[in-house]
């Protein structure tokens, strides 16, 4: 096997959810707010520990102001091993630099970079549903409220197939407005 293929033999004597936050942080895949804001696990990319408008990795390893002190020592071990210092490396050359292994995994075990995200506040949880989403449903509740129940017709009321696209369709009711109609 050539050795430009060989697993870092610095990252795979780390501890696993280390090595795994490295491997994540090389491939992009790590909790990041850009990778969470790509999955739409987050409504925004945001930096969670600083007002930056993109949580990357560049801006996690080089300028968020949370991780200062952190990244001072990291750009230092860079550049002990290598004579270049952050300005001269981007986070994905830096990941594929063995002689920065070591440096990056110092910088990961002080830092909670690449962990678990801080909870949504409950005014993002509720952003999350689009203002589309919840206009279709409330046009939806707002017809099922005129239809009389005890008719035992199972045609919809008037109007509703014109809602819904004219088409005839039952819509399962989700679990935020399952509440509404039991008052």
Do not use: I, N
Not at 57 to 73: A, I, N, S, T
Request: aromatic share 8%; hydrophobic share 35%.
């Amino acid at each position: 096997m050539p050795d430009s293929q060989r697993p870092d033999g610095t990252v795979a004597g780390s501890t696993k959810r280390l090595a795994t936050r490295f491997y994540q942080l090389k491939t992009g895949h790590a909790r990041t707010g850009e990778y969470l804001h790509w999955t739409r696990a987050r409504p925004t990319a945001q930096c969670w520990w600083c007002p930056h408008p993109k949580q990357t990795r560049e801006h996690l390893l080089k300028g968020c102001p949370r991780w200062r002190k952190q990244q001072r020592v990291l750009w230092k071990e860079v550049w002990k091993e290598t004579g270049g210092g952050r300005f001269r490396w981007k986070a994905h050359e830096l990941f594929a630099d063995q002689r920065c292994s070591q440096a990056v995994l110092d910088f990961l075990s002080s830092t909670d970079v690449g962990r678990l995200a801080p909870p949504l506040e409950e005014e993002d949880a509720v952003s999350a549903v689009s203002e589309m989403e919840m206009q279709e449903w409330m046009e939806v509740l707002l017809l099922l409220s005129r239809c009389p129940a005890s008719t035992g017709t199972r045609r919809p009321p008037r109007g509703r197939a014109e809602v819904l696209g004219g088409a005839e369709a039952f819509l399962p009711m989700p679990d935020f407005m399952a509440s509404a109609g039991t008052e």
